[in-house]
């Protein structure tokens, strides 16, 4: 009567909508005009991947971060990531949605992994460099720093999965019987 399992022909489109959501949240990350560090009550200084302003009030004096070589880096490597993810995801939904192709699939993890290590290198390097470009109070690195690190967790979690799929031919492709967790007598 009851019968409980994993239809896998049915589950592939759920990978390249990650990816989808991994390229929605890095771009938020990246397109962020603040977000990314704030002092310690968000009324003096803030900044972003790409400028810092302090003040108060309506008064603030903005500056590029890009003068600095380490901003420019972690500009380009993320960017660069987002590069790799994009053409990860572009390729994803052909190899798993319209038909399965299983040799594209490690070739899809291999670019989420070299996704992964460019923005986590960034992701790295900004609040590094940033402490020590500013040495007094408190600060918080906020929603879009976060925002990059939830793109990079949702591009590791796809990568391993992209890198084991193809152990799991048959199950994706629907020739293997259905395994059942329960069977009633």
Not at 36 to 41: A, P, R, T
Not at 153 to 173: A, K, N, R
Not at 174 to 184: E, H, N, P, R
Request: aromatic content about 14%; charged content about 10%; glycine content about 6%.
């Amino acid at each position: 009567m009851f019968r409980c399992g994993i239809a896998y022909p049915r589950c592939r489109w759920i990978l390249p909508l990650l990816l989808v959501f991994a390229i929605l949240f890095d771009i938020i990350a990246i397109a962020a005009t603040s977000g990314w560090v704030e002092d310690e009550n968000a009324q003096t200084h803030y900044a972003s991947m790409w400028n810092q302003c302090r003040g108060r009030n309506d008064n603030w004096d903005c500056k590029s971060l890009m003068e600095y070589p380490w901003a420019q880096a972690v500009a380009a490597l993320m960017i660069l990531g987002l590069f790799f993810l994009i053409v990860a995801c572009v390729i994803s939904c052909p190899a798993l949605c319209c038909s399965v192709n299983i040799s594209l699939l490690p070739v899809i993890g291999t670019l989420l992994i070299i996704a992964v290590i460019l923005q986590i290198i960034a992701l790295i390097i900004y609040p590094v460099k940033f402490n020590e470009l500013i040495y007094e109070g408190h600060y918080f690195y906020t929603w879009a720093y976060g925002f990059g690190w939830g793109a990079t967790l949702l591009m590791i979690g796809c990568s391993v999965i992209f890198c084991c799929l193809p152990q799991y031919e048959d199950e994706i492709t629907g020739i293997s019987k259905t395994k059942y967790i329960y069977s009633s007598a």
